[in-house]
């Protein structure tokens, strides 16, 4: 499977891909054109918006640039990308002219082999483009070493992909994620029982906007922003979830946790009156034995919307259950 934070609809323009070195590509783009003595060479992907040129030799006509978009039901790619590892050397003279984007009224021949993600999904392909007929002896088996090249560098950027969704820090926040709070909070709770210090665990949902019923990621960078100024800096906080935050706060007593909530509702209002949140803590006592993460489960728990979850899939079972015994 690939990463979660990779969307194959979005093209690898628009995406961050420090990873990739589409220069690369680029100059191969540019070797291949010189072996076939063709008039172009592209690799394009297939998006949610169609098959968009990631990158191309240089063309005097200007057409298969970097960017240009071919709808997604254009007969000619959606051929392509459908294609046995081997790839095609397809008679472009032969095609009906309906099936072809004027790009193509030149071309009479074209060499392709598609690209694969790293799960065997379709990427898309390279393609060879060339107004003179090919001898038939010219395949596309001198694309198979780009082809390996290309799925590799997909490879490698997949790899960081999922290294970086495991690291510590939330890319929108920049506070700890859920897996740098696991990784840091018992440490740091461990640490506060040994001075005899009360902690707690406070969760924080921000609730939908009621006017436009939706969660702009501005919001979760306001409500990150306003938590990490009322904490401690001792206290450890994270960005958990879309909407969730998570705090392991040190207090004096119980009724501190409150304290800091109704704070942080009150900072959060100040700035966004539409913005509401909803909370959910637990008590740590010095000589408490508890850990950390059934502590974590059960206030988390107790927001609303996890109630919510809970009664629905109670029912479902309820149901279930009477279902059976009828």
């Known amino acids: 499977m690939l990463p979660e934070n990779i969307d194959t609809s979005i093209s690898l323009l628009e995406s961050d891909n420090t990873q990739l070195n589409l220069v690369r590509w680029m100059h191969q783009c540019e070797l291949m054109h010189r072996y076939y003595e063709a008039d172009v060479v592209f690799i394009v992907q297939q998006?949610?918006?169609g098959f968009e040129i990631i990158v191309s030799s240089i063309h005097q006509d200007r057409s298969f640039t970097t960017g240009t978009l071919f709808k997604q039901d254009t007969p000619i790619f959606q051929r392509l990308v459908n294609t046995q590892p081997e790839g095609l050397n397809i008679d472009l003279i032969n095609q009906k002219s309906a099936d072809l984007p004027k790009?193509?009224?030149?071309a009479n021949n074209m060499l392709t082999r598609p690209i694969l993600w790293p799960d065997g999904t379709h990427f898309g392909c390279i393609c060879v483009l060339n107004s003179k007929t090919?001898?038939?002896e010219v395949n596309a088996f001198m694309l198979e070493p780009f082809q390996v090249l290309l799925q590799q560098?997909?490879?490698?950027y997949c790899q960081t992909q999922r290294i970086e969704s495991l690291s510590m820090r939330d890319n929108d926040t920049g506070m700890l994620n859920e897996y740098g709070f696991i990784m840091m909070a018992p440490r740091q709770l461990s640490l506060g029982r040994r001075f005899g210090a009360h902690a707690g665990i406070i969760f924080f949902e921000l609730l939908a906007d009621p006017i436009t019923q939706n969660?702009?990621?501005h919001h979760n960078r306001l409500l990150g922003s306003i938590i990490q100024d009322t904490i401690r800096t001792a206290d450890i906080a994270a960005h958990y979830d879309d909407t969730q935050f998570v705090v392991l706060v040190f207090v004096d007593s119980e009724r501190d946790l409150n304290h800091i909530s109704?704070?942080?509702?009150?900072l959060l209002h100040q700035q966004n009156e539409h913005?509401?949140?909803d909370a959910s803590s637990n008590f740590f006592t010095p000589d408490s034995a508890l850990k950390l993460s059934p502590m974590l489960e059960e206030s988390k728990r107790g927001l609303k919307s996890e109630q919510k979850k809970a009664a629905s899939t109670l029912s479902g079972t309820e149901l279930e259950n009477k279902i059976k015994c009828e």
């Open 215 to 217: 969660i702009e990621e």
């Open 103 to 106: 790009d193509f009224n030149q």
């Open 47 to 49: 998006t949610g918006q």
């Open 153 to 156: 560098e997909l490879s490698l």
């Open 262 to 266: 109704q704070r942080v509702e009150k």
């Open 275 to 277: 913005l509401c949140i």
């Open 134 to 136: 090919l001898k038939t």
